[in-house]
């Protein structure tokens, strides 16, 4: 049995997969029944009960105020999810990435922070640089997920964790989709500097504080 297997064996209060869809229903946005079957194996077999309801960031350091707050790491998974999929699109598109690839990397957004807070026998009441190792260690060890679902696991914090930096395209826009949906600037749509034309026609524009 692997440490990924032994420790959490326990704490998940999963108790059917229909709850689990219920909470996390892009799983059925995977379309390849493998990868969705893994996905599932993993969140059933791995996911630790603090995923549902712990903040994404215990400092309050890197994400938007919602998603530092409860619920906040689920709904920065699920924002990570939806940013994915919309850029992976032109990907796939273009031929940089196959669809199957695609649904590799539906898996590996809902997976990615799903050990943000490291082992639940270790019991941090932080994030843990190493969540993006220990993430593809569970997705492989217990999901069976195919490999390229660990690797971008492993690589999703790019050049700031623990984790491998980022080398495939790949690699480096599934970065760029978890680092653009944190909601850093708490609105996507705000800009850094309003000129007055601007502010005239729309004077409620979100501006970035700098
Ligand atoms: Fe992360
Ligand atoms: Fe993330």
Redo the contacts with the bound molecule.
């Keep these: 049995m692997t440490k990924a297997q032994r420790v959490n064996r326990v704490k998940n209060t999963l108790y059917s997969e229909d709850e689990l869809l219920r909470r996390l229903g892009e799983i059925e946005m995977i379309e390849d029944s493998n990868i969705r079957n893994a996905t599932i194996r993993t969140f059933m077999d791995g996911c630790p009960d603090y995923f549902w309801t712990a903040p994404?960031s215990s400092t309050g350091k890197y994400?938007s105020d919602d998603e530092c707050g409860e619920y906040g790491?689920l709904l920065?998974?699920k924002r990570?999810f939806a940013e994915y999929c919309n850029i992976s699109d032109s990907y796939v598109e273009a031929e940089l990435i196959t669809e199957q690839a695609q649904e590799c990397g539906k898996a590996a957004a809902l997976i990615?922070?799903m050990m943000?807070y490291g082992w639940p026998s270790e019991r941090s009441n932080h994030t843990v640089s190493n969540h993006d190792l220990i993430g593809e260690d569970v997705a492989i060890h217990i999901g069976e997920c195919p490999r390229l679902v660990g690797d971008l696991v492993a690589a999703?914090?790019g050049p700031w964790a623990d984790g491998p930096t980022p080398t495939s395209p790949h690699e480096w826009l599934f970065h760029t989709a978890?680092?653009s949906?944190?909601g850093i600037h708490e609105d996507s749509r705000a800009v850094y500097c309003a000129s007055d034309e601007l502010l005239e026609e729309w004077p409620e524009v979100h501006i970035i504080e700098s």
């Design positions: 994404t994400h790491n920065h998974t990570v990615h922070d943000k999703h914090n978890d680092k949906a944190s």
